[in-house]
Nanobody
Framework: QVQLVESGGGLVQAGASLRLACDAS????????MAWFRQAPGKEREFVAA????????VYGESVKGRFTMSRDNGKKSVYLQMDNLTPEDTAVYYC????????????????????WGQGTQVTVSS
């Protein structure tokens, strides 16, 4: 059974940092590209970051470039999102997603390319 479980969300003040984690199980994790998306109240889901199978290639959404860093540990079947210098505009539910059987260099940035999704973790940034 495929599972993606996010953790690490919470309530922080502007300027603070958070580190999200997504633990995966149920398939060959190392063959998947992974991504983080987020959805704020009343808004469409937004691409945040993606990482290829090996972790050597990452891409970021424009609004988080320079502040967020995505990484993965294939041995632990986990991906992480280090979020620094948070602002109230980062408030959203953050979702982990998996593109199983991705090609080695693939770092998809569109929702439709992802096969599995987690339940999400809430991040709230106060001003």
């Amino acid at each position: 059974q495929v599972q993606l479980v996010e953790s690490g969300g919470g309530l922080v003040q502007a300027g603070a940092s958070l580190r999200l984690a997504c633990d995966a199980s149920g398939w060959q994790f190392s063959r998947s590209a992974m991504a983080w998306f987020r959805q704020a109240p009343g808004k469409e889901r937004e691409f945040v970051a993606a990482i290829n199978r090996s972790g050597g290639n990452t891409v970021y959404g424009e609004s988080v470039k320079g502040r967020f860093t995505m990484s993965r540990d294939n041995g632990k079947k986990s991906v992480y999102l280090q979020m620094d210098n948070l602002t109230p505009e980062d408030t959203a539910v953050y979702y982990c997603a998996a593109d199983v059987n991705a090609i080695l260099t693939s770092v998809p940035a569109t929702e439709s390319q992802y096969d599995y999704w987690g339940q999400g973790t809430q991040v709230t940034v106060s001003s």
